[in-house]
Nanobody, 126 residues
Framework: QVQLVESGGGLVQAGGSLRLSCAASGRTFSSSAMGWFRQAPGKERDFVASISWSGGSTDYADSVKGRFTISRDNAKNTVYLQMNSLKPEDTAVYYC???????????????????WGQGTQVTVSS
């Protein structure tokens, strides 16, 4: 079972930037697609971004497209989420997740992810 540890969250003013990191243990990281999801208080956990095993393909929720960038470094077993032009509505707990073994492509479907981190809080003030 892979372990995922997120970091980089915090408090930022609207218009600012943050970069989240997700460090993964285990040897299957480079053969797994990865994703970021977020959950605001009282709401469902929603898809944010996903990246294929090689990094060659990405997908974004419409609400973050053009502002967020997902990337990965397989040599470091780490996936990143660069968040620019942050808005108060981006406030949420952000979770890193790994797609089930054998699924290499990016995906928005939450049920297809079998490993989750503990989450990191992102708060954007207006």
């Amino acid at each position: 079972q892979v372990q995922l540890v997120e970091s980089g969250g915090g408090l930022v003013q609207a218009g600012g930037s943050l970069r989240l990191s997700c460090a993964a243990s285990g040897r299957t990281f480079s053969s797994s697609a990865m994703g970021w999801f977020r959950q605001a208080p009282g709401k469902e956990r929603d898809f944010v971004a996903s990246i294929s095993w090689s990094g060659g393909s990405t997908d974004y929720a419409d609400s973050v497209k053009g502002r967020f960038t997902i990337s990965r470094d397989n040599a470091k077993n780490t996936v990143y989420l660069q968040m620019n032009s942050l808005k108060p509505e981006d406030t949420a707990v952000y979770y890193c997740a790994r797609r089930s073994t054998g699924y290499l492509s990016a995906s928005r479907i939450k049920a297809g992810y079998d490993s989750w981190g503990q989450g990191t809080q992102v708060t954007v003030s207006s």
